[in-house]
């Protein structure tokens, strides 16, 4: 898959900015030529059309909103995005000379709501912003990538825009940041960008995630910004002015991608091979504890044992959580290694009592 980039750029991120939701005339123009006097918003978006979970909520001014948001581009010569969700809202975005598409994260859970926006694209040269699935299913983000690749387009980015969960959480959608990480070694052409305003729901957590997100290698960000953020018609707590944006945009670092001096790159490569190392002596051990497994496996099948000790389990997972813990190890990490540990020494022992 041959990708190319969402804008023409130098290598600085590149910045997305604009409301929730073109809600008036005056709003959209008065919070984009803000944030265009900025200097450092590269493209402006705005909502047109809503999808909201339950009726009775704003759901978008609709067509009038692209006449506003097509003055704004004409003012201040920067490109616009906006997010569509069917054939037509591709054809009014092209009739009103939007110049980036993105599709949300409703969308891109259904294959046919993605090959309809694809289709109507064909033989259309324009970019688009894919946002991940509300789960954390990777299979259906590509998916969404690989329809619009094959309709032609080149122009295709993903944004990471967090993951549904039940579990409470200071995040409206978890970041889940292993999920766009394993977006990338599939598709390492792709630009990747964060929507921090959508994965903390909370304006106080967008700089710490965008910080991350630029840590972690990625290509832009996706802010929403409102005139007035607590008198927004959706979203309020979640959006910043356009001077927080600037305030945040000035205080984050950039990290290089890469080292120009050789002696650090040395040292950087030593601290590497130790690394390898320790991953060599882990692999040893793990190989280690699965002979033993296999072990107990033999000893179950004389016992007539069933493999699963339920009680024991539980035991073992909250007394190594609780030390990991005490170490510096994150409860999240600890609790994913030691069920994945659990699940394949279960395997080994499987295969033991098969043989038999």
């Not at 006097?37 to 402006?44: E, H, N, S, Y």
């Not at 990538?145 to 990471?160: D, T």
């Not at 290089?256 to 991953?279: C, H, M």
């Not at 002979?291 to 099948?301: A, T, Y």
């Amino acid at each position: 898959m041959k990708l190319l980039p969402i804008i023409k750029k130098k290598n600085s991120p590149t910045i997305i900015a604009g409301p929730c939701s073109a809600e008036t005339k005056e709003q959209l123009y008065q919070t984009c030529m803000q944030l265009a006097a900025l200097g450092t918003v590269d493209i402006l978006r705005a909502g047109i059309w809503k999808p909201r979970t339950r009726p009775g909520h704003f759901e978008g001014v609709g067509e009038i909103g692209l006449q506003w948001l097509q003055e704004v581009k004409q003012a201040t010569h920067l490109p616009t995005t906006i997010e569509v969700a069917t054939a037509k809202h591709v054809e009014l975005a092209l009739k009103y000379e939007v110049d980036i598409l993105w599709v949300g994260s409703r969308t891109t859970t259904n294959p046919f709501s993605v090959q309809e926006i694809a289709s109507a694209l064909k033989g259309v040269d324009i970019p688009v912003l894919v946002k991940n699935p509300p789960s954390p299913d990777l299979g259906l983000w590509m998916g969404a990538i690989e329809r619009f690749y094959k309709s032609g387009l080149q122009q295709i980015a993903a944004v990471h825009r967090g993951f549904s969960s039940h579990q409470k959480s200071i995040y409206r959608n978890k970041p889940l940041w292993e999920i766009p990480i394993a977006l990338k070694k599939e598709l390492p052409q792709i630009e990747l960008f964060c929507d921090p305003s959508h994965i903390g729901g909370n304006r106080d957590l967008i700089a710490s995630i965008a910080q991350y997100a630029y840590e972690l290698n990625f290509d832009g960000l996706m802010i929403e910004t409102h005139q007035q953020p607590d008198a927004a018609w959706s979203d309020a707590q979640q959006q910043v002015t356009p001077e927080q944006l600037d305030h945040i945009l000035s205080e984050l670092k950039v990290p290089l991608k890469e080292l120009s001096n050789p002696n650090e790159q040395r040292t950087l490569d030593l601290l590497r091979e130790n690394i390898n190392k320790i991953d060599d002596a882990l692999l040893e051990l793990l190989v280690s504890r699965m002979e033993v497994s296999k072990e107990i496996g033999l000893f179950k099948q004389k016992n007539n044992l069933s493999i699963l000790q339920q009680q024991r389990w539980g035991s073992l997972l909250d007394s190594r959580v609780k030390t990991g813990k005490h170490l510096g190890l994150s409860e999240r990490f600890l609790k994913k290694y030691l069920e994945a540990l659990h699940q394949e020494s279960i395997k080994h022992q499987h295969k033991v009592l098969s043989k038999k």
